[in-house]
């Protein structure tokens, strides 16, 4: 029997759209995933998020930063 061919849920520059979904990334199984790896040092993910959310509002030009703030980071801060 073939194996299906696994596509990780990762982000394709300069679009920033996911490479197995085809929507704006981080895409929610990309969230699960991240969460799961970072689950003991959210800071780290944190700090992650914000350097690919400064890469890809240099290649994004178009959409507001607040945007892409909301978009990149909003979801990984660690509830009260």
Not at 24 to 42: F, M, Q, V
């Amino acid at each position: 029997m073939p194996r299906r061919r696994h596509r990780d849920h990762l982000p394709t520059r300069p679009t920033w759209r996911c490479a197995a979904c085809g929507i704006a990334w981080p895409c929610s199984a990309a969230k699960l995933r991240l969460l799961g790896e970072y689950r003991r040092d959210r800071l780290a993910l944190t700090i992650y998020l914000a350097t690919l959310q400064a890469e890809a509002s240099a290649q994004l030009t178009e959409v507001d930063p607040a945007r892409l703030t909301e978009r990149f980071l909003s979801w990984a801060r660690a509830r009260g």
